[in-house]
């Protein structure tokens, strides 16, 4: 498994926490910082996700 997908996991996972704090406390930029945060861990999970097919695909 790529790292990318661990890390892209984590990030989303750490985004939706951020975006789920700052929607409690009505924190706008906080709420925003997680939406980024996770759009950039799918992100970098679905990068994630071709290198590992990429590679199985190379591997054959």
């Known amino acids: 498994m790529s790292t990318n997908r ?3 996991a984590a990030h989303k996972a750490a985004g939706a926490i951020k975006q ?3 929607k409690a406390v ?3 930029r906080l709420q925003a910082e997680g939406a980024a945060e996770k759009a950039a861990g799918s992100a970098q ?3 994630g996700k071709a290198q590992d097919k990429l590679g199985g695909a190379i591997r054959r």
Do not use: F, R, T
């Open 6 to 8: 661990i890390e892209g």
């Open 20 to 22: 789920a704090a700052g």
């Open 26 to 28: 009505g924190n706008d």
């Open 45 to 47: 999970n679905a990068v």
